[in-house]
Every structure is written in structure tokens, then in C-alpha cells.
């Protein structure tokens, strides 16, 4: 079995097309966001080699060591038989929790604490999966690149790159682009890495980027996109949970290619869409775990009022407060320097 679950650890570790951020990623394909998961893989593998659990875990639990090991060993075997191994800490949050559901809450609570996972009220079930066939009002569909976690500038937006390589984009890449994408390749084989930068400047500008991707061995070039969460609006980063939506929202896409079915764009240049991470719906996640209101000023669809009521009776995220102020309330009081 040590050898299965090394296999799963080095899985866990090794980074992939989906976990690649931009120079995000660390010695051993572990980000700040994945490091718990990590962590945890360590610790099974090792406890499969030696029988030991790890230090310190006794300040988090109450029940013994020999205790302890037996949830490390039911732990190790439900790793080992989960295909794919978990890769997000919500994943390995649920593999905890499923694994020790017959053990007592503060124990499971304590583990989930010790490495820094998701607690089990925090964690949401998902009834939305991707449609099937594309809802009445998208304009079009497209698939992004691995997004940057610095990318996320709130709790309801993300800038995201799809490749020119897409049959949408491929068609329309401006002229001045694919010259000085052309001019750059030339500078940089010459090594002329000052002129390279210059030029990667101008596609820059013109809303371009040749971004590297699995440790650079292969660029790419990406037209940029702004998008706005469609029927979302969470609070402003000053605004109390504020900083936790913006973090719930990297966690969510970090690393990830992302689907989004575009409605129109706005005023502000950004994309309206409805947003998918592996499956996922992003708007449903953000709603479930209380970290964003329906925005039904712009958005009438019963499941997102759903989703907002189920937090509220939950008591979570914003909701833990009596009355939190609504972001569009807020902007207004900044607007009129109240």
C-alpha cells in the first residue's frame, strides 16, 4: 500500500495544466492554496511508512494516539482508493469528513483545524452542474486559461486569458498582435531580451499576453478578459467580508481553467457571465457560503434568492451579521461621500 499511496501523493504534488498559476506554483507544485491539501497527503504517506502520526496533533484533538492512528489508517485507505486523489481543500475536507463520519465532531473538527481545511459548515453541496446545451441569452462560450489568483480583484470579478489557438479567437486576433508576437519570438531566440520586452509590452496594451505555461516550456498567446459574476454582488473589499470573498473566489478558480457563458458586456468593459470551475458553479459557491448577495436588480432567477436564503438560515459568511449592508448601498453612501 506504500507504494499506491506515494504514487497519489506525488500526484497530488505534481502540478498539471489545471494547477499551473503564473509563477504561483512552489518548489513542489504546492501553492498557498493547495498546501493543505498537501500537507495532509504527507502525512498519510507517512503514516503508511511508519506507523506514526504527526507532531503536535494532540493540541487540536482530545482522543489518544492510539486513537489517532485509527483514523489515520481509515484516512490512508480512502485516499488510496479516491480517484482522482483530492486536489482542492474542500475535496480533501470531504474525504476527512467521510472518512471519520462515525467519530466524534470535535475530533473531525480538530484534524479538519490542524491542517488548516475547510470546517463542515463551511463546506456547501452543489446542485448546479454545467448546462448541457447553452441557456437563452448567451452570446457565446469560451474556455479560459489557468487563471492567476492575483487576477481576482473582488468577490464577484476575475480577469482571465483564453488562447488565440480557440476558433473564436483565432479569427479576430488584430494584425499589429501577430507581427509583434512574431518580432518577439525572433528577439528572444536572439536574445535580445530587451527588444522582446518592449514588444510583449505593445501586445500588452493591446489587451494581449503570451503567458507561459507548465514551468515554461510552452507560451501561449491569450486575449485578456474582465468578467463580472452575472447575478452576484458581493462585498466591496473595504466592506466587512469583503477581504473573505475575494480569498473564497481564489480559492475557487486559482489555478483553474474556467468555462464562462457570456450574457453581454457592461458599461465598464467586463464580460457578464455565468462562471464554472470544474463543474462547478462559481455564483452557486459564492451564495452557498454566504459571501455574496443576489443581485436582483440585474437577476431574477429563483435558485440564486434560493441559494442567498439557505446562507441567511445558516448564519454564515455575511449573514453571521443582523443586518450586513448591501454592496450597492454601499457604493452609493461612497458615491455621495455619506
Known sequence: ??????????????????????????????????????????????FDNTSQVPEGLSKYVGSSKKAQANWYRKLAETWKQTKPPPKTPDEAAMLVIQALARNQKADVEGLLAFYGLPLPDTLVELSTGVPTSLPEGVKFEMETLPVDGRSVPDGDGVTVYVSTADPRESSCVPREVQVAAVRRDQARAQRNYTRADALHNEIIEAGYRVINLQNNEEEVLARKYRIRLRGIDAPENAMPYGKEAKEALVKIVQGKCLRAQVYMEDRYGRYVAD???????????????GLAWHYTAYDKRQEFARWERQARAKRIGLWASSNPQKPWEWRKDEREGR
Open 1 to 46: 500500500m506504500g507504494n499506491a499511496l506515494g504514487f497519489l501523493y506525488g500526484k497530488c504534488c505534481k502540478p498539471t495544466t489545471d494547477d499551473v498559476e503564473y509563477g504561483s506554483v512552489g518548489p513542489h507544485g504546492v501553492s498557498a492554496i493547495t498546501v493543505s491539501v498537501s500537507a495532509l497527503a504527507h502525512d498519510l504517506f507517512n
Open 275 to 289: 462562471v464554472y470551475c470544474n463543474g462547478r458553479f462559481v455564483q452557486e459557491l459564492m451564495l452557498k457560503k
